[in-house]
């Protein structure tokens, strides 16, 4: 296979100095009932010391330490209760102090900073010709191999070489936003799905109008609690009911943070372990304008779900589950644009194939046509999507992977009809990249891997990491790459 490949210099590593804050709580019950009887004991000189000294090392590293701390503080309140206190008799620089105990700091990128996705930025102006400013997400894993999305915004230039704004030291979680508004009977179909019992649905159910908001459902809950004798599996029930709400959620960034600054930490019990290989696509609307959407894989520490996260600006986030009987396992990439009326996407919901779907509803996925099986050494073991199709000339480009002997990753491509992308007009034989010296060594050997890909200036430029460790880039000329994939129909 006669095909360029450049690979660029950009390099991007885990950096363990950006972290952020966490609720600190030790399980050990009776711990908290100490530190708080200890701090309100202290004399009130001294505590004024301790928190000044807390602030001086700490105020730099974080916006709004006090707000933190405060909003820590107010997490205690079943604590207070137990220990016959009211909060509010506390005096205010006892209670940030008291909320510095129950706060840690997290590097949020310590371990790996990997698996990008890249994208148009919404904001174009000022460019010269030939420039194209992106955004490129990367999932970051910390201690206790926990995932977050992060972000990092550049421009490629005229001879797609790319140069990347410096990374901030700060780094800032969302706003969350309660008030999500759930239908009723979106959400009912969801629980069946999940073969929750349909008596506890009901029972649920019921006592919610035809919209309904996660105070409401968590109001019903408490109710049939109290009202209504448990068993085991019930409970369970409510629990899954609880875990399904709680995996619709809105969050909102400061309008004064850089792109670098801004992290989606996970937030719903869904995604406690995860928010997995984010693959972003601007998508355009039937009135011509644009949304971004990204697909990704909640992980709880148990099981996957896969869900989509939407937004207009990269500062307000919409986070929802994705629904029906082929929106399972990972790897799942929406197409950019409807195709002939439908929403469509790429799926592997059986763990091993490459599959299509078509949707009148982008949250749901109830029918899959096979696309593409293992046919190559280098995929035997599995394939899947590398980022969303691209629209081009000759079809929809469709970036693939394929894991061979030892568990090697490599990146392949193919062509698909742009009217009926189930046909498959072209299929490279060969990978397009494999893995070289530098790229296998890292904490998952062996392995490139990638969520998404751009075209500027007729090529191909392809956003990928380095054995689940760091990221770079590499680019390819689109009339090689046609060539070879026309070749191979």
Known sequence: ???????????????????????????NSKRP???IQNVIKTPDKDADLMLNEVLREFSK????????????FNKLHDIFN?????????SLKKRLLIGSYFTMEYSIESIAFFNPSIVEDPDQFNLKEGQKRIIVSFRGVGEGHISSIMFRSGVIDKNNDLKFENESNLVDVPEVITRYVYDK??????????????????????????????????????????????????????????????SHYEITFSLDTAISERVIFPISYTESNGIEDAR?????????????????????????????????????????????ECAQDKDLALFPRKINGKFAMISRHDGVNNYIMFSDNINVWQE??????PQFPWEFVQIGNSGPPIETEKGWLLITHGVGPMRKYCLGAMLLDREDPTKVIGQLHDPLLMP????????????????GSIINNNELIIAYSMSDSASTFASVPLEELFSNLLNHQ
Request: glycine residues 4%.
């Open 368 to 373: 899959a046509t096979l696309l593409q099986t």
């Open 33 to 35: 009932q100490s530190i």
């Open 280 to 324: 972003f696509t601007k998508f355009t609307d039937d009135d011509g304008r644009f949304t971004y959407y990204a697909t990704y894989t909640a992980y709880n520490g148990h099981t996957i779900l896969p869900k989509l996260m939407e937004t207009k600006d990269f500062y307000h986030f919409r986070i929802m589950p994705l629904n029906g």
């Open 185 to 246: 009977k979106s959400f009912i179909k969801k629980l069946y799905e999940m073969n929750i019992r349909k008596n506890v649905i009901h029972l649920v159910m019921d006592k919610l109008g035809d919209k309904f908001i996660y105070g409401e459902l968590q109001a019903a809950i408490a109710d049939i609690r109290k009202s209504v004798k448990l068993t085991s599996d019930k409970q369970k029930a409510l629990k899954l009911i609880n875990w399904v709400a709680s």
């Open 82 to 90: 137990k220990l016959e206190i009211d909060p509010e008799s506390i």
């Open 436 to 451: 070289n010296d530098e790229e296998r060594e890292g904490y998952v050997p062996n392995v490139i891997y990638s969520c």
């Open 1 to 27: 296979m006669n095909i360029t490949v450049n690979r660029k210099p950009n390099r991007f590593y885990p950096n363990p100095k950006r972290v952020i804050t966490r609720f600190f709580m030790k399980n």
């Open 61 to 72: 590293r974080h916006r709004n330490i006090t707000k933190i701390f405060e909003s820590h």
